[in-house]
């Protein structure tokens, strides 16, 4: 059996190209996916992270744009987790956190929540706030936009 070296990383995310056919599978359930009509990538332009577990499980998308709302930073464009051994979805977030700012630097992080597509309705966006993301405004259309900002650099 020939040997896969994409599949062994150290912690629980391992970077994959955008289009992978896994990760577009497991895209097509998550809620913002449904606002799409046809889908080549998940991402789009722009600079981007795609992250899949090992199990193949659970999903992260990072985007570094400016969008249309004036938002700057790295976007977290998709997470979904559907219930991998990789970990709890807070800690994944927290491993991608970390991917990221290896990848851009001091950026500011950000996503959305759309607090009546979640699970939790009385705490939408938990685990991202377990995960170290602040509650910083309200977009027009009622989403949540949370935030995290690298920790401090000790010299």
Same mark, same amino acid.
Do not use: H, Y
């Given at each position: 059996?020939? #040997?896969?070296?994409?599949?062994? &990383?150290?912690?629980?995310?391992?970077?994959?190209?955008? %289009?992978?056919?896994?990760?577009? &599978?497991?895209f097509l359930r998550h809620y913002t996916a449904k606002q799409r009509r046809k889908v080549f990538q998940l991402l789009g332009p722009g600079g981007k992270l795609l992250l899949l577990t090992p199990d193949a499980r659970a999903l992260f998308g990072w985007r570094?744009?400016? &969008?249309?709302?004036? #938002?700057? %930073?790295?976007?977290?464009?998709?997470?979904?987790?559907? %219930?991998?051994?990789? %970990?709890? &979805?807070?800690e994944l977030i927290l491993a991608a956190k970390e991917i990221a700012w290896e990848r851009w630097p001091g950026e500011r992080l950000y996503t959305y929540v759309d607090g009546s597509k979640v699970r939790h309705k009385r705490d939408p966006g938990r685990c991202f706030l377990r995960a170290g993301f602040k509650v910083c405004g309200v977009t027009k259309s009622g989403k949540l936009i949370l935030e995290s900002?690298?920790?401090?650099?000790?010299?």
């Open positions: 059996m020939p #040997e896969q070296p994409f599949l062994f &990383s150290d912690g629980p995310w391992i970077e994959i190209k955008d %289009g992978n056919p896994t990760a577009m &599978s497991i570094k744009f400016k &969008s249309d709302a004036g #938002e700057t %930073g790295v976007n977290c464009a998709v997470f979904r987790n559907e %219930g991998t051994t990789a %970990g709890r &979805s807070s900002f690298a920790r401090e650099i000790k010299l």
